[in-house]
């Protein structure tokens, strides 16, 4: 399967996921808005995942699927599974004892991780209720994002893409369900604890699907005695340092979320503006590194650096083809995207602004944040984590600073431009680590002008086609609706049309140069 058509799978999936995704964040918005509900939900909900992170598709992934994928090209599925086996234990293992230790004492953890929201008992004591909850996250998505890890290393990339679209699911039935059942529509803590509920249940449901497509693809996975062998022993070796890597950018989300709860509303502002720039992310992003990192690995492996290294190239291509016009399209509709995306019941006009604002802060790096996800799998390959933990620690720190340089005059906006600042610092710092093996090459070079050209050209249609639909952005949601999807159509068709006409892409160098490559 070729790179094009791995990534068509994963995004196709993870779009679905991100599109349903906004259907939840709406439906949380209408009834819970900026309040202490949403505070304490957002908290709750921000600290398993930031675990998850580390452990999950994180430094362990990072660590597990370089030597899963050596394992499978030197010595077949057999002695791979093996591996994956006691690897899975191990990991089961400590998030286990993590579990333990961290539900009975979520009243400490979240009075450091949301230490301003203890000047309000309410929000507080609600916090730590569904804290509690959805801890277990924690445990489902780490063992999911391992066996994610397997199934991507054979190039099963499908089920592992689909298993998130379960969560959104599942937080739709129970908000269009439960809630109404139970009579809590206006019961803003009992919507809370509907949403930690989901967490709970979805965490459990996606661990069992990806662990029955494993045994479909014959890879039967299964709790074994834990044993150190040298090859156990070289995944620690190789996730200490991401562990490292994954814990202080994590640390530095932690970070956020403390100061965020300074000011009252920041971190559903936050929350919200996320959820918008990560659909880019997620769908090709995140989407890229995962089917980089195998990919580069079985090249180097089978000593075909420069066909690795021509793949990484085209990555960043694809990368910046995409993340570009997407940056722009948010810096020039974030009040629209907001507004028709979440604007009612509760989530009102002022909502709007403030989430636009710091939408845009976080734009400015999209790009950035793709490349990441792109130039890591250059390392990881060749089982170095150590250079990454290093870049994450100068980037964490830069992102630490500035957000105290710009949190007491831009509350939120500044936390979302420093976190944009810390990306690119990350981007350039991992581009100068790979300078001896890849370098941009001459179609990387000859395009990215051009891409930037299409994009801008793009950015002035869209400004223009967004004031021609002003009254239907003023006017209910169906018209906002209606106004914004006509102004993206038009937006990616120039785009699409400059690109084409720039010559910043062709669809058919593309699939022969990498589509059609011989594993």
Not at 100 to 105: E, N, S, T, Y
Not at 351 to 358: E, P, R, V
Not at 405 to 410: A, G, M, S, T, V
């Amino acid at each position: 399967m070729g790179m094009l058509r791995s990534m068509a799978t994963i995004s196709g999936f993870t779009l679905m996921s991100r599109l349903l995704g906004f259907v939840r964040d709406a439906m949380i918005a209408g009834y819970l808005g900026k309040s202490n509900a949403s505070e304490a939900w957002v908290a709750a909900f921000r600290f398993p995942n930031m675990f998850r992170r580390i452990f999950g598709e994180g430094a362990f992934n990072a660590a597990f699927v370089p030597i899963f994928a050596g394992e499978l090209e030197a010595k077949g599925k057999e002695e791979a599974e093996i591996f994956a086996n006691r690897a899975f234990t191990i990991l089961a293992l400590v998030l286990m004892v993590g579990t333990l230790i961290a539900i009975p004492g979520m009243r400490g953890i979240m009075s450091v991780f949301a230490s301003g929201y203890r000047e309000i008992p309410e929000k507080f004591e609600l916090t730590i209720g569904l804290g509690r909850i959805t801890f277990s996250y924690l445990l489902c998505m780490a063992l999911s994002a391992h066996l994610s890890g397997v199934l991507n290393s054979l190039r099963f990339f499908a089920m592992p893409a689909f298993a998130p679209v379960l969560l959104n699911l599942i937080f739709i039935v129970g908000l269009s369900v439960a809630v109404p059942v139970l009579g809590w529509a206006t019961n803003l803590a009992g919507v809370g604890y509907v949403l930690a509920w989901c967490v709970f249940i979805s965490g459990f449901a996606q661990l069992f699907l990806l662990f029955w497509t494993c045994r479909r693809k014959g890879m039967r996975l299964r709790f074994v005695r834990p044993r150190i062998t040298p090859r156990i022993k070289r995944l620690f070796l190789i996730m200490g340092p991401g562990i490292v890597a994954a814990s202080v950018q994590q640390m530095n989300l932690a970070f956020s979320n403390w100061i965020g709860s300074q000011n009252d509303g920041s971190n559903t502002y936050i929350y919200y503006s996320d959820r918008i720039y990560q659909l880019p992310l997620g769908v090709f992003g995140i989407a890229l590194g995962i089917v980089l990192l195998p990919d580069i690995t079985r090249k180097l492996r089978g000593g075909r650096e420069a066909a690795a290294w021509h793949t990484l190239n085209r990555g960043m291509e694809m990368a910046l083809l995409i993340s570009l016009p997407a940056m722009v399209a948010m810096l020039v509709l974030p009040n629209e995207i907001i507004g028709t995306l979440f604007e009612r019941g509760k989530f009102t006009p002022a909502d709007t602004l403030q989430t636009a604002m710091t939408l845009m802060g976080c734009a400015a790096g999209l790009p950035g944040y793709v490349l990441i996800k792109v130039l890591q799998p250059g390392y990881f390959a060749r089982e170095n984590t150590r250079r990454p933990m290093q870049i994450a620690a100068v980037a964490v720190t830069v992102d630490i600073c500035v957000s105290l340089l710009l949190f007491p005059h831009y509350k939120h906006i500044g936390l979302a431009m420093a976190t944009a600042v810390s990306a690119w610092v990350s981007v350039g710092l991992l581009a100068y680590g790979l300078r001896r093996q890849v370098r941009p090459d001459a179609q990387l070079r000859r395009r990215l002008w051009r891409i930037i050209v299409a994009s801008t050209g793009m950015g002035a249609a869209v400004w223009a086609a967004k004031g021609l639909f002003a009254g239907w952005f003023a006017s209910g949601f169906a018209l906002k609706a209606c106004a914004l999807a006509l102004v993206v159509v038009f937006g990616l068709a120039v785009y699409a049309g400059l690109a084409l006409a720039l010559k910043a892409t062709s669809l058919a160098e593309m699939r022969r140069g990498v589509s059609r490559e011989k594993e």
